[in-house]
């Protein structure tokens, strides 16, 4: 099944210390019909956040940063932005990471490497609240 366009200019951003993988990301999804905003640390991010003028309504995060952890980013959002919804990535397993405390078990999350079909889905779905939780 294909993956739903994009409704009414929804924002997603991305968050993510590689820079491949951060360009790779915001190409995905800006040809999924995305606005996309981008940045390489949490403090970039909370930044960006606070500049732009409209909802941030997903954020795609890297677990595993330099300086602030993708947990923590995601804590401080949330507690700024309720409504932002988050998606957590990495190259680790995820049962590995909740094993960590880097992030929480019941978290959406998308294991790298990944393709734009499987982002843009999994985008869709926790946009739509149709994704189930920890997959």
């Known amino acids: 099944m294909a993956a739903k366009q994009a409704q009414s200019h929804e924002t997603i951003l991305v968050v993510d210390d590689e820079p491949g993988v951060r360009r790779a990301c915001a190409r995905m999804l800006t040809t999924a019909g995305f606005d996309v905003l981008a940045a390489e640390s949490g403090q970039e991010a909370l930044e960006l956040c606070e500049q732009h003028p409209e909802d941030i309504d997903l ?7 330099p300086g602030m952890s993708g947990r923590d980013l995601a804590e401080r959002m949330r507690e700024r932005w309720r409504s932002v919804k988050i998606v957590f990535m990495s190259g680790y397993v995820a049962s590995e990471i ?11 999350f998308l ?6 079909e499987v982002l843009r889905q999994k985008v869709r779905d926790v946009l739509d609240g149709t994704a189930s939780a920890g997959r």
């Open 59 to 65: 954020a795609l995060i890297d677990v595993v940063m």
């Open 98 to 108: 909740g094993e960590l405390g880097v992030m929480q078990r019941d978290a959406h």
């Open 111 to 116: 294991g790298k490497p990944f393709s734009s």
